[in-house]
């Protein structure tokens, strides 16, 4: 990552390969969290290891936003994309201008800046459609 940037919170992805989210799996009963979570939700234990979630998903579901908000001009998309791991994400899309969404397409993880703070890149993760996938 540059100078001038900061990832919008630590320990969430880093940048190989185009982009990798970091997810907790617990080490009892093998459910994967991402965001990590403190303990497992599933069976409360405290035992986690770090594991790199695929790039690659299924939109489960998506929403456009035609409203100004506080980060994004309008029109936005954001979207719910399901990893094999057996994770959904929730995430920014990448912007509607050329793109049309459809659930079920396939999604591919990338690195992004998400808005400027005090004159800082602030980074975070987006999908974006696989080309010439589905
Ligand atoms: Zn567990």
């Known amino acids: 990552m540059s100078e001038d940037a900061v990832p919008v919170k630590e320990g969430l992805f880093d940048e190989t390969g185009g982009g990798r989210l970091?997810?907790?799996?617990?080490?009892a009963c093998g459910r994967i969290f991402f965001p990590k979570a403190p303990f497992c939700f599933e069976c409360l234990?405290?035992?986690?290891?770090e594991v790199v979630?695929?790039?690659r998903g299924k939109l489960y579901s998506y929403s456009i936003g035609?409203?100004?908000?506080?980060?994004f001009p309008p029109p936005y998309a954001v979207g719910l994309v399901d990893l094999p791991e057996g994770v959904r994400v929730f995430a920014p899309l990448m912007s509607t201008v050329d793109l049309t969404y459809r659930i079920g397409m396939e999604m591919e993880v990338y690195i992004d800046e998400l808005w400027k703070?005090?004159?800082k890149r602030v980074m975070g993760y987006k999908f974006k459609p696989v080309?010439?996938?589905d």
Not at 66 to 71: F, L
Request: hydrophobic share 25%.
């Open 22 to 27: 970091l997810a907790g799996k617990c080490k």
């Open 45 to 49: 234990e405290k035992d986690m290891e």
């Open 53 to 55: 979630l695929s790039r």
């Open 66 to 71: 035609r409203m100004a908000s506080t980060h």
């Open 117 to 119: 703070d005090d004159g």
């Open 131 to 133: 080309k010439g996938g």
